[in-house]
């Protein structure tokens, strides 16, 4: 006789669905403030896009001043204390970079959770929702090993990235960007090593223009500044990249090439892939992006080599465990944050999060990026994160309320660990209340949050501890 599949119950206070920047933070803050935390991850590591080798965005605002405290911070103090982090680095272009180790993450991020009291369920992936007649979110059923696990809570976070979890329950959403759906693209991250900084660095020496930003907002953006930030990210090799196309050795549709530091200084992510007109939410378009991701990784490679003076020797070291996603579906929450109520009061007074990274679109249909300076850090407000139509969920990370444009500066990665502490914390107030999560009390989440580190308009700031600043 067939076996049947397996299938578990459990209850919890608060299930958070989906392990990356917008759901670690959400699970631990839910745990710490006493409610019983089941965190559903997908693949075998915790962190998402930080597991990938890309440093960590949104640290440090346009003028250097700490803009994420909290978890966040805490995490990037034991990556420090570990060596797996140097620390926040200042850029004239990405205000900050923060650059980690991933491995070393994947092992911090599971300690942490486990310190707090976080029940890890690895390499299972969302099935099903069950939704009660009063449109409230009561369970969700998760699938892994010939196992179906419904899970029962009182508060849902959708921490998934492409928002899998308010998609089931019916949470109204767009997709791509407002008036032409198109969706940024996605990257296939890898790390490389053996290559030689100070012979690339004299190669730009002699050739400037192949250092690639020139716009007035990059001053101080040179070879100098490569030379003395060990934590930076480089753009360029825009000549070089349009030779190599004309010989038709370069296919990919980028037209500038970057590198970003580690936490080693043999290793350096690549973050030059580029996988265009496709819905990553689809699995077979994704699959489809994954195989294209690859081929890119290829011929990247044979591009550093030939193409990069100090690259000749350079070897792959890794290459990330899922396909880098910037944009898919955007849901419709309570307050639908927009760049025309960026600085309106209600923004700073109901903000429980800080953003602190400029506009970065990447061209979902062309080889370019269109940057967009943001001088000053903008208050989330809670409601982004209260979802439209379904209760008993919150929205956290990239699933959150706004605009595709101010998502272009709030889906970078320390963005959504400050959400997600939000998000948690939050989630386990509604616990302890017995009310909904619409009905939280804002002020006494910002309270908390300020107690726990977390940096907001509004509230006394907290400088970063434990780490350097360069």
């Known amino acids: 006789m067939r076996p049947p599949l397996r299938e578990n119950a459990v209850s919890y206070d608060v299930a958070v669905i989906g392990g990356g920047p917008g ?62 982090s140097p620390g926040h680095f200042r850029c004239p272009v990405h205000n900050s970079i923060t650059p980690i180790s991933p491995d070393l993450l994947k092992i911090v991020a599971v300690q942490m959770c486990q310190e707090a009291g976080v029940d890890i369920l690895f390499e299972n992936e969302l099935l099903d929702v069950d939704i009660d007649p009063s449109d409230t979110l009561r369970s969700a059923t998760v699938y892994g090993k010939l196992t179906k696990t419904r899970i029962e809570a009182r508060v849902f976070i959708d921490a998934t990235g492409d928002g899998d979890l308010a998609y089931l329950a019916g949470v109204p959403h767009t997709l791509g960007q407002d008036g032409t759906r198109t969706m940024q693209p996605s990257t296939l991250m890898f790390t490389v090593t053996g290559h030689d900084l100070d012979r690339f660095f004299a190669f730009l020496d002699d050739d400037p223009e192949e250092m690639g930003i020139k716009e007035s907002y990059a001053v101080d953006y040179d070879v100098d500044f490569l030379r003395r930030t060990p934590g930076h990210c480089f753009i360029g090799m825009t000549q070089r990249i349009a030779q190599a196309r004309a010989a038709g050795a370069f296919t990919i549709p ?48 044979d591009f550093m080599r030939s193409s990069m003076p100090g ?59 269109d940057l967009q300076v943001v001088e000053e850090p903008f208050g989330i407000p809670y409601g982004c994160l209260v979802p439209q139509q379904v209760d008993g969920l919150l929205l956290s990370g990239r699933t959150i309320s706004v605009d595709s444009t101010v998502f272009a500066a709030a889906r970078v990665m320390g963005t959504c660990m400050a959400i997600a502490e939000s998000a948690g914390l939050a989630a386990a107030s509604a616990v302890e209340t017995g009310g909904s999560v619409k009905d939280v009390d804002v002020a006494r989440l910002r309270a908390d949050l300020h107690d726990q580190g977390a940096i907001l308009p509004g509230m006394p700031a907290r400088s970063a501890v434990g780490v350097h600043t360069y």
Do not use: C, W
């Open 254 to 301: 980028r037209n500038q090439f970057i590198y970003i530091s580690t936490a080693s200084d043999r290793q350096l992510a690549i973050n030059t892939s580029r996988v265009t007109r496709i819905d990553a939410s689809d699995p077979v378009q994704l699959s489809k992006g994954l195989e294209t991701g690859y081929g890119q990784v290829l011929e990247l490679l």
């Open 23 to 84: 759901g670690l933070p959400a699970a631990i803050a839910a745990a710490r403030a006493g409610a019983r935390t089941i965190l559903v991850e997908r693949t075998a590591a915790l962190g998402g896009a930080a597991a990938s080798g890309l440093g960590i965005l949104g640290f440090l605002d346009r003028a250097g001043n700490p803009a994420l405290g909290g978890i966040a911070q805490e995490l990037v103090d034991r990556l420090v204390a570990v060596g797996g």
């Open 311 to 369: 690259f000749e020797q350079v070897e792959l070291s890794q290459i990330a465990p899922a396909l880098g996603i910037r944009e898919t579906r955007h849901f419709i929450g309570e307050h639908r944050l927009t760049m025309g109520t960026l600085d309106s009061p209600t923004t700073s007074e109901e903000a429980i999060a800080l953003s602190a990274y400029n506009i970065d679109i990447h061209s979902g249909t062309g080889d370019g990026i």
